[in-house]
Antibody, heavy 118, light 109 residues
Framework: EVQLVESGGGLVQPGGSLRLSCAAS????????MNWVRQAPGKGLEWVSY????????YYADSVKGRFTISRDNAKNSLYLQLNSLRDEDTAVYYC???????????WGQGTLVTVSS | EIVLTQSPGTLSLSPGERATLSCRAS???????LAWYQQKPGQAPRLLIY???SRATGIPDRFSGSGSGTDFTLTISRLEPEDFAVYYC??????????FGPGTKVDIK
């Protein structure tokens, strides 16, 4: 059974930093590209970032480019998102999400809430 | 950058009725890279359709996807009580950003 478990969310002040983690199990993590997707309270889904299985390719949404960094450790079956220079509008539930053959996202974690507020 | 729009914003229907949801792209999207998701309150999204028309594992056959180019459709042939939710389309796997549409809420009439 595929499991994605996020952690690291919490309350942070504007301008602060957080590091989100996602522990993956139930599939061959090193063969799968991964994503982070977020959802602000009461809003729709926003794709945030993508990393290929080998880390050769990373992509970011314009809204986070230069502030967020995606990374992975295939030996630890873990995905990360470093969030810097946080803004109020970064408040959201952040989902770790598994790629399905570069065609869709087929599994999602339950999400971790990041709240940016003074 | 490809922008997706979805219509209608809200669809009010009764159980047993047919639901037709539209997703339109600002430029052509390869059918291989158009996906649909369902999200219920308090839950993570669930993949329904990938490659514009292929059902994901475990998805009932009352869900179907179609379309090409800039116009895509998700059809629910007969709404079951558990189908009332928000539905999102996404273009994924080709040119980033892998944007989602704004969603269509299917609620009970």
């Amino acid at each position: 059974e595929v499991q994605l478990v996020e952690s690291g969310g919490g309350l942070v002040q504007p301008g602060g930093s957080l590091r989100l983690s996602c522990a993956a199990s139930g599939f061959t993590f090193s063969f799968s590209s991964m994503n982070w997707v977020r959802q602000a309270p009461g809003k729709g889904l926003e794709w945030v970032s993508y990393i290929s299985h080998s880390t050769n390719t990373v992509y970011y949404a314009d809204s986070v480019k230069g502030r967020f960094t995606i990374s992975r450790d295939n030996a630890k079956n873990s995905l990360y998102l470093q969030l810097n220079s946080l803004r109020d509008e970064d408040t959201a539930v952040y989902y770790c999400a598994k790629d399905k053959g570069e065609r869709a996202i087929d599994y999602w974690g339950q999400g971790t809430l990041v709240t940016v507020s003074s | 950058e490809i922008v997706l729009t979805q219509s209608p914003g809200t669809l009010s229907l009764s159980p047993g009725e047919r639901a037709t949801l539209s997703c339109r792209a600002s430029q052509s999207v390869s059918s291989s890279y158009l996906a649909w998701y369902q999200q219920k309150p308090g839950q993570a999204p669930r993949l329904l359709i990938y490659g514009a028309s292929s059902r994901a594992t475990g998805i009932p056959d009352r869900f179907s996807g179609s379309g090409s180019g800039t116009d895509f459709t998700l059809t629910i042939s007969r709404l079951e009580p558990e189908d009332f939710a928000v539905y999102y389309c996404q273009q994924y796997g080709t040119s980033p950003p892998f944007a989602f549409g704004p969603g269509t809420k299917v609620d009970i009439k």
